[in-house]
């Protein structure tokens, strides 16, 4: 573990965590909401540093990042944890690990040796995916400054949920992210993933005009996202923030808390393309099928 970045004393017994949206209060011998920052006698842990839970070298297609270094591969790595809860996770195993305070698991592995397995294999960048990455906000940042100067191409992989400090911390060491854009509809959101959309949407009027590449995932789940006003809106707002940048529409498969629900009917990820090329979109790609 190590010490970590973007919190504040609130008082003696109490610190403010300031990496993502929740801006958890913490009082000491607790954890946040991630399950893996906890308030350790007046200092906060980030408990997941250096644990790697998953490594893997992947296409960047897989990520999905469409347009950027296409046919590259790219070295996909994750702890676990993540600020949301979202039913349907296909990583849950990993992403809710550590809530109600089980021990954090993952595979002791320094930076530097994720940078030199990265080069050995031939990447050309490092993602930071599978879970949250703002969650293990301190160990991708260690490994971001030395990709940078390894000349390797840095790409997150996110619920777009974390805060604007932790965009301060990172946006100057990214080259491209692929962010979720779950729905339109905080009711929803709140309900499914226990997040909420507009600081998701600020923030990818963020990423966007820091110039980073930015692609945006959908992901298409019956009765929760699926309704035709949501899908417009979701277009709508892309299309305002830039036309070109690339929407990935993807089927929903039973997982987590949705085991029993049905796969998402292809039918319904064709009339969402529909719907966003009609609205003006140029890059829709639809995935999961
Ligand atoms: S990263 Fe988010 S969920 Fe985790 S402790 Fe900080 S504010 Fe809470």
């Keep these: 573990m190590k010490e970590a970045m973007l919190y504040e004393v609130v008082d003696k017994d109490t610190l403010k965590c300031n990496v993502c949206n929740h801006y958890c209060i913490i009082k000491n011998g607790l954890r946040g909401i991630c399950g893996v920052r906890e308030n350790i006698d007046g200092v906060l842990y980030s408990l997941n540093y250096g644990k790697t839970i998953a490594r893997a070298i ?27 809860s979202c039913s349907w996770c296909q990583n849950w195993d990993i992403s809710q690990e550590p809530k109600n305070g089980n021990k954090i698991i993952g595979k002791d592995i320094s930076p530097e040796e994720h940078i030199k397995s990265a080069l050995n294999h031939k990447c050309k960048s490092i993602s930071y995916t599978y879970s949250e990455p703002t969650i293990f906000l301190e160990y991708a940042y260690d490994i971001m400054l030395l990709a940078k100067e390894m000349g390797l191409k840095n790409i997150w992989v996110t619920n777009g949920f974390m805060s604007k400090e932790t965009l301060d911390v990172i946006l100057p060491l990214t080259d491209a992210m692929n962010v979720d854009l779950k729905g339109f509809d905080d ?6 993933c226990g997040g909420a959309i507009k600081p998701v949407l600020e923030n990818l009027v963020t990423i966007y005009k820091a110039g980073i590449h930015l692609e945006i995932t959908t992901l298409i789940v019956p009765a929760v996202n699926d309704e035709i006003k949501q899908i417009e809106e979701i277009a709508d707002f892309i299309k305002n923030l830039d036309p070109n940048i690339p929407w990935h529409i993807t089927r929903f498969y039973p997982g987590y808390k949705m085991i029993n629900n049905n796969p998402t009917p292809i039918e319904i990820l064709y009339k969402a393309r ?16």
């Excluded at 297609?61 to 676990?80: C, D, N, Q, R, W």
């Excluded at 529909?274 to 099928?289: M, P, V």
Aim: net charge positive.
């Design 187 to 192: 009711k929803i959101c709140n309900k499914y």
């Design 274 to 289: 529909e719907i966003g090329f009609n609205k003006g979109l140029k890059r829709i790609h639809i995935g999961n099928i």
């Design 58 to 84: 992947d296409p960047i297609e897989k990520k999905p990042i469409f347009h950027f270094l296409p046919g590259s591969k790219t070295y996909s790595l994750a702890t676990v944890g993540c600020n949301l």
